[in-house]
């Protein structure tokens, strides 16, 4: 509960911090692209083994072009119904706008990711669920949220308690 409330408080600030930088700065390449969307596309497999080491892979763009300088790629990692004791780590630039990070799951279960990508003053955080080994899927807990900033979110952090 208390990393999605830090999350949250980080992400409005990031967005309130968006606003600021555009009404005050006159250059343009920094801010020339900001109407065009930053995407941001996850090329981890949904299938993995436990106890290998995974690359955790995001491949930023925006306006079909690589994305090499973003301020932030964190991937944000936990096994279902755990988020709470879930992990951040830092996405390092490979090459190409291809950010990565490695990670380790060592026992069978479903686990979900969010790749947190700030660029250009723009964020996303797409998400993907991740199969690892063979888990009982009838002790698997669905995540529900979908990552929106809806007004729904406040629904699904009611859910934590």
Not at 1 to 19: D, E, Q, R, T, Y
Not at 36 to 62: M, N, R, S, Y
Not at 105 to 126: I, N, W
């Amino acid at each position: 509960m208390k990393k999605l409330l830090i999350s949250l408080v980080m992400i409005a600030g990031v967005l309130a911090g968006c606003n600021n930088a555009n009404k005050t700065d006159d250059s343009t390449s920094h801010n020339e692209g900001t109407s065009v969307e930053v995407k941001v596309d996850i090329q981890t497999p949904e299938k993995e083994e436990a106890g290998k080491d995974v690359d955790l892979v995001a491949h930023v763009t925006q306006g079909g072009k690589a994305v090499n300088d973003a301020d932030e790629v964190k991937f944000e990692v936990w096994e279902s119904g755990n988020r709470d004791n879930g992990q951040m780590l830092e996405g390092k630039l490979d090459k190409d706008g291809i950010y990565k990070a490695t990670t380790k799951f060592d026992h069978d279960g479903v686990y979900y990711m969010y790749a947190h990508t700030t660029a250009r003053g723009l964020h996303t955080m797409p998400k993907q669920k991740i199969v690892v080994g063979n888990p009982d899927m009838s002790k698997v807990k669905e995540d529900k949220d979908d990552g929106s900033m809806g007004m729904d979110m406040n629904d699904s952090s009611a859910d934590d308690h």
